[in-house]
């Protein structure tokens, strides 16, 4: 168990575990974090995960850990780490089953305050149109030779589909499609389970939010994202489904044999790896785009739904319902990018896990009206309480891999919550808030209680004071849909 | 679920995920309590009628890698075939698991398992037979 005295203060709100710690480090762990959130994971895994993490061969600098970090498996959820491409290693369980879950948020011109008695024909709608829970099925159908363009093309087959805009595109990081997706090294299971999930939110801690823009903290770039004080917006949390969990469970399985070929030893086989540059590797690499292109697809048939819901709900009577994308971000990916490391820029394939990619003004990729804000870093909250839209930093480039934290974090058990909340008493409580609550699953719903969550503002108190983001925006809900 | 038992499992704290524990007198019992376990958590239920038979078959260097494998055809099952297996017949040759499986149609499934992991997987010999925790991401 590693205690608080390991960890070094470097700065006001990062904490270092030297490489020194353990013989098979292979770089330091660094902790954004205040005494009090990094007290709250103490009593976890999550600091000897992040240590395993710093085994990986070919590791580049520090493995980095956001504030809302919590244990996991194998890879602590809240990790950054980096692998020194081509030759280091690609880890399918550093980057998790669930490939390319990820947040998109649109906004909306409608005032909450004028729509409050739509609200819960909106939510209502939402759940009928959004399928979500354990099983169901998506909106969308496809065979398999339209599954495959979708893999390789991602939310540009859904804009071609008439899903998505032009600025969808442009608004998703990567513009919604990884290059180099090689559909071949999908499985055959793997392409089963996508056939009938497009379009759906599936259960656990996905959802979609409709949020009211609570306060505004930089006008500028809140104007430049689309977000007006005391408007409607929604989020949507979702993944690649089971095609995701099944590409990252058959690439788990077949690397536990390539660690023994490549002679890498590891402190936990559940963070198995390959060389970026090996047949193994390359497989993965390619599967795993393939994946994260569904989800890319996926959350926008899920947007699509949305705006569905929206003008049935709102079109003729208010203002500004039409919702217009203002990002997509994943937080569990690995990609090829470019880092300055030690004044050189170096090609390094960065795992995030739990962790949102948070690159500041000017960094390549984004759309030219964020080039001087840098790009929305989407950071929800549990369903009670506020989420957060932040802004990248050119800071988050050069100490976190330009990466930020990606909610509030978990920090009591799903088994706890279970015995501690009641499903019904949770949702009258949200309801008497001002929470319209659509949810599949009672105790699921207990599973998710805003009290099994770190308090989300103290996450993002520590990272706007890190300097890895800067606040924009912070949204309150007024509805919510959960499987 | 009673630890005094000879065989059995039991939900263990995780912050985000799942985790179990089973025990058994040998590694066949083993296999099987951590799928009744893992069943138990997911809350499938087979539907009455008619019962599917069927036989899982792995080769692997290691008993903890044939219990993940055995666990994931439960949840691809479930999942993708709409099937809950609740009876097992586990017989363990070496390296080869050979697994009879019974089940039926799915009822209901009140939790999806998106995968078994191989976090800390470790099956360790007890005085009384073997135990395992196991991970799974939900």
């Known amino acids: 168990m590693i205690r608080l005295q390991d960890l070094t203060l470097i700065h006001p709100h990062e904490w270092e575990i030297p490489q020194s710690f353990r013989a098979d480090m292979r770089g330091p762990v660094r902790i954004f974090a205040t005494r009090a959130l990094l007290e709250q994971v103490l009593g976890d895994q999550s600091l000897e995960q992040a240590v395993n993490a710093a085994t990986l061969p070919g590791l580049v600098g520090a493995v980095v850990v956001m504030p809302d970090m919590h244990q996991g498996y194998g890879f602590p959820i809240g990790g950054v780490a980096a692998t020194a491409f081509p030759q280091g290693v690609v880890s399918p369980g550093a980057i998790g089953y669930d490939i390319n879950c990820g947040v998109r948020l649109l906004a909306s011109g409608v005032e909450a305050d004028a729509a409050r008695d739509d609200l819960s024909d909106l939510a209502t709608r939402l759940d009928r149109y959004c399928p979500s829970g354990v099983g169901r099925a998506g909106v969308v159908e496809v065979n398999l030779p339209e599954l495959d363009r979708i893999l390789r093309e991602g939310a540009r087959w859904a804009q071609k589909k008439g899903y998505a805009s032009e600025n969808d595109l442009a608004r998703t990081e990567e513009g919604g499609c990884l290059d180099g997706a090689r559909l071949e090294k999908v499985s055959e299971r793997a392409h089963k389970r996508g056939r009938d999930q497009l379009g759906s939110l599936g259960a656990g801690n996905h959802f979609i939010e409709v949020d009211r823009v609570e306060a505004i903290y930089d006008p500028a770039a809140a104007a430049a994202y689309g977000l007006r004080e005391g408007c409607l917006a929604v989020q949507i949390h979702c993944g690649s489904r089971g095609l995701g969990h099944q590409v990252c469970t058959d690439y788990v399985e077949a690397f536990q044999d390539a660690v023994r070929r490549y002679g890498i030893e590891l402190p936990d086989r559940e963070l198995v790896c390959a060389p970026m540059d090996s047949p193994e590797g390359q497989a993965y690499l390619g599967a795993m785009r393939a994946a994260a292109n569904f989800a890319f697809a996926n959350r926008q048939l899920l947007a699509h739904s949305a705006r569905r819901a929206f003008e049935e709900t709102f079109a003729g009577q208010h203002r500004g319902w039409q919702l217009v994308q203002v990002y997509d971000i994943c937080h569990n990916m690995g990609k090829v990018e470019t880092h300055l490391v030690d004044g050189a820029a170096v090609k390094v394939c960065v795992h995030r896990k739990g962790a949102t990619r948070a690159f500041g003004p000017g960094a390549p990729g984004l759309p030219p009206e964020y080039r001087k804000t840098g790009q929305p870093v989407l950071v929800p909250g549990s369903m009670g309480t506020a989420s957060w839209v932040l802004a990248g930093t050119e800071t988050s480039m050069s100490v976190a891999w330009g990466s930020c934290c990606h909610g509030a974090g978990r920090t009591m058990s799903r088994a706890r919550a279970k015995h501690e909340i009641h499903g019904e008493a949770l949702r009258a409580e949200l309801e008497h808030d001002g929470i319209r609550v659509r949810a599949g699953s009672l105790p699921g719903l207990a599973e998710e209680a805003p009290s099994a969550y770190k308090d989300v503002d103290a996450v993002v108190e520590t990272v706007v004071a890190a300097g890895i983001a800067r606040k924009v925006a912070r949204l309150r809900p007024v509805a919510v849909v959960k499987g | ?138």
């Open chain 2, 1 to 138: 679920m009673d630890s005094t038992q000879a065989s059995g499992f039991e939900e263990l704290p995780h912050t985000a995920d799942w985790a179990l524990r089973a025990w058994a007198l040998d590694l066949e019992g083993l296999f099987a309590e951590s799928a009744r376990g893992m069943i138990a958590l997911s809350g499938a239920q087979p539907a009455a009628g008619p019962r599917l038979e069927r036989t899982f078959r792995s080769r692997a260097h290691d008993p903890e890698s044939l219990l993940v494998r055995f666990l994931t055809e439960l949840v691809y099952a479930a999942d993708e075939e709409r099937l809950a297996f609740d009876r097992f017949k586990v017989h363990l040759n070496g390296d080869l698991l050979e697994v009879q499986m019974s089940g039926a149609p799915l009822q209901s499934l009140t939790k999806v398992i998106k995968a078994v992991t191989y976090h800390n997987l470790q099956i360790r010999a007890t005085q009384r037979g073997f135990e395992v925790e196991i991970v799974f991401d939900v």
